[in-house]
């Protein structure tokens, strides 16, 4: 339980801490910075205090009747602070506290940092009155250091007790602004699995939450359209398939109680057309299904359709040939579009079928592929067609002649590709053969 809520606020907590590291982090370069910057500050006016001290004493080097040795103990830090007076290499006055070894070596001036008996000085020498007098005035680093370190507390310490009130802060700040997606993960979490209508946007009035919200919804609608497709290809499916299978069954007792060898080699004919015709419908279902399934609106690179194209109607001469009929070609030798070479197929195959099937004795098809603008024609020498019954052409297991065998799904393939790939269809009668004519415009094809 507490590993799950841990999952469950990991980014809560991740941008708790990552907040509160990165505001510590900020702090301590300040500090240091402050440190560094202090430290300098406070070394220039200590330098300065050590060097107005020593022309003040420099300027009483003058007077025979100044007594240097006196040192009343006025501050906390005076012990810490020492002076010296040289005349003629001769220590004449020194503050009580300070050493009787040189600050300085005499005849140099200006700052210096030096260690005497184990203890750090900065020192600052400068000339008397007379040439041969030297005034030195020193001061201990640790008095620097403990300035400096108490000048740092004094800021540090305010520093350190709020870092844990900010953490707080920053951790209440966090919780409360990713309140709107807890709230969408529990609407999203209560649903129902059957539940697929979009999440409404105000569950969320963050605008960064809103596109995770139309991505789920676009998600809800794309898992709706896929259930839809397979209700309606199982539909499809056992409304279709009863038929030729109930017929195959019906041969197949006629073949049990065939009386004699022509009775029984009709049925078992009857038979392999009732399977042929299974064949066919399931294949077409297939094909109906993985149009349903694909995403519209897919880039499409260019294809050679002469390609496809010819190996379609290789596969359905044969058919044409047994029913006494033909099959002819028009078009380049190779024409590129940008289109999908297994719809172009499944379209051809659709279409000369449907002209095989419904066009009688001794069919006659021809095929013509246009360039400019690029149009796929297929027409027939069949009955053709009625007005009305064209309206109706796309409507699933609508057969415009009932009497022949078919399932009217070829049409309702060929209108879900023309809507994928945004073809202009125009079903008309043919000016040339007498029967149908088809033909399949695609859009502009300049850059294919």
Sequence with gaps: MKQHRFRAYSLQWRLTWMLVLATALVWVAVLAMTWRRTAHELSELLDAHLAQTATVLAAQ?????????????LHKYQAKVAFQIWHEKELVGKSARAPDQLLMPLGMSGFMDQTISGQHWRVFATQGHESDVWVMVAEQSAARREILMAGLQS????????????????????????????LLGHTVATRHAQALQPIRADVSGMSEVQPL???????????????????????????????PIAAIRMQAQVVQGASNEDERTQALQAVLRGCDRATHLVAQLLDLARLDAQSMGDALAPVDVMEPTRHVLAELIPQALQQGGRI?????????????????????RNLVDNALRYSGASPQVQVRWQALPAMLEVQDAGPGMSQSQIQRLGDRFFR?????????????????????????????????????????????????
């Design 61 to 73: 080097t003058g007077h025979d009747d100044d007594d240097f040795t006196i040192d009343p103990v």
């Design 213 to 243: 919200v139309q991505a789920l919804n676009q998600l809800f609608a794309q898992v709706q359209a896929h259930i839809e497709s397979e209700r309606r290809f199982t539909a499809d499916a056992a409304h279709e398939l009863r038929t």
């Design 400 to 448: 415009a002649d009932s009497s022949r065998e078919g399932s009217g799904l070829g049409w309702s393939i060929i209108a879900r590709i023309a809507q994928r790939e945004g073809l202009q269809v125009q079903v008309d009668q043919s000016p040339q053969l007498g029967g149908l004519r088809v033909r399949l415009t695609w859009p502009d094809q300049a850059h294919a």
């Design 328 to 348: 002819d070609l028009l078009g380049p030798d190779r024409l590129l579009l940008r289109t999908d070479a297994v719809r172009v197929a499944v379209v051809l």
């Design 155 to 182: 800021a540090v310490g305010p520093v350190l007790i709020g870092l844990p009130v900010l953490a707080l802060l920053i951790g209440w700040l966090v919780m409360r602004g990713l309140a709107p997606l807890r």
